[in-house]
């Protein structure tokens, strides 16, 4: 076990969005330790971009010990925790007096860097010499995987499969149809309620049949489908009864797992009845960074602050100058959350959020 020293021991594990922010916020007013199997914390929302422009990685793929100057790093996945200790998957033990869990989804990345920005040079070469690319998933990560290509790449052939009836199903019935629309008028052909069970081909299939006996041709291609929660590791721990049925940490006004004092749960992985995004998890972060500060300097509890659900706004990048915007009254396509959020994808202004030069 490691010493904590004067300062509370806040351990924090999980270095995405959430975590991230957490650690940078709180590193001068806490023991922190930061555990995450990767060195690096990943902007998400530039993951597409990276594979149609790969030096774009450089920025959004940030070494923990970037914004971390003040903190521990343990590269390595929590596989179990007590009332005071979290195990890791070495079979090191580190204490703490408060316990934060913010793992997000499920996603095997390289544990470096540089490896992480070799593999997106890896997926440009793969999209640079493919003349067709099949993309299975009409998800947020689809749509914009598709409209990146088809933005850099208008001469490759885009068929995107998506099970179901419309795209974007995580957000209203009109983000779906403008995003139809443009992926139309791109030359991107889309095929709804039809599926291709690309786990059960083989790589190096050119020729793929859809669910209704369609044929689609492509020598290259993706799976977007959504990842699991990684939140397993907890099923045998103190936690599992605080999981509910989707796997959710179920958590209390205050961020907290329920019925514990000092655990916190931030990010995808709550039960917060919210769309699962990254500017939320970003909020649910700096309330817990408030309300460890005021147990750790010996507040009341009275003093934390709460956290109010976020309403559905969801934006959704077409290549580099167009997205769509979801408000909870209204849903907006085209130049206008193009110039917003397209053109460098918010990694300027997180970059920032998190200390660094934009
Ligand atoms: C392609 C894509 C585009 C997106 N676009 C947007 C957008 O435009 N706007 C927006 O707001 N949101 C967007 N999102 C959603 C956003 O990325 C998530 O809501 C956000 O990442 C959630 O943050 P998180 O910290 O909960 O989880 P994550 O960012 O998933 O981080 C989880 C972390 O936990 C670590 N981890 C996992 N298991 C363990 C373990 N056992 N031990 C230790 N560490 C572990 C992982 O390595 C990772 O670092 C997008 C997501 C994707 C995939």
Request: charged fraction near 25%; hydrophobic fraction near 35%.
């Amino acid at each position: 076990m490691e010493s904590g020293g004067d300062k509370r021991r806040v351990v924090i594990v999980g270095g995405g969005i959430a975590g991230s922010l957490l650690a940078k916020s709180v590193q001068f007013n806490a023991d922190v330790t930061l555990i995450d199997p990767k060195e690096y914390l990943e902007i998400t929302w530039a993951n597409l971009r990276n594979m149609v422009e790969p030096s774009f990685a450089e920025r959004s793929v940030i070494n923990h010990r970037d914004y971390l100057t003040n903190g521990r790093v343990v590269t390595s996945a929590a596989i179990n925790i007590t009332e005071t200790e979290v195990l890791t998957t070495e079979g090191r033990l580190i204490g703490y007096d408060y316990l934060v869990i913010a793992t997000g989804h499920y996603d095997p990345v390289p544990k470096t860097k540089e490896e992480r920005l070799d593999q997106y040079q890896a997926e440009n070469q793969k999209i640079q010499s493919a003349n067709s690319i099949l993309i299975v998933g009409g998800g947020p990560t689809g749509v914009e995987l598709a409209g990146e290509i088809a933005t850099d790449f208008p001469e490759k052939k885009i068929t995107l499969v998506h099970k179901g009836p419309r795209l974007l199903e995580f957000i209203g019935l009109k983000a779906g149809d403008k995003a139809l629309c443009w992926l139309k008028s791109r030359n991107v052909e889309v095929k709804l309620e039809q599926e291709v069970d690309l786990k059960s081909i083989p790589d190096g299939t050119e020729v793929y049949q859809t669910s209704m006996g369609e044929t689609i041709e492509a020598d290259c291609r993706y799976l977007c489908a959504g990842k699991p929660l990684a939140t397993s590791w907890l099923s045998e721990t103190i936690l599992k009864d605080n999981l509910d049925k989707r796997g959710r940490l179920m958590v209390d006004e205050y961020l907290r797992v329920k019925g514990h004092k000092n655990i916190f749960a931030i990010g995808d992985i709550t039960d917060v009845p919210e769309l699962k995004q990254g500017y939320l998890a970003h909020k649910h972060a700096l309330v817990v960074a408030k309300n460890l500060k005021v147990l750790m300097s010996g507040g009341k509890e009275s003093k934390m602050s709460t956290y109010e659900p976020g309403s559905a706004i969801a934006m959704v990048s077409l290549g580099r100058k167009d997205a769509i915007a979801q408000f909870p009254f209204t849903t907006i396509g085209g130049c206008v959350p193009g110039y917003i959020k397209s053109r460098d994808l918010f990694i300027g202004r997180t970059r920032k959020q998190m200390g660094l030069p934009s």
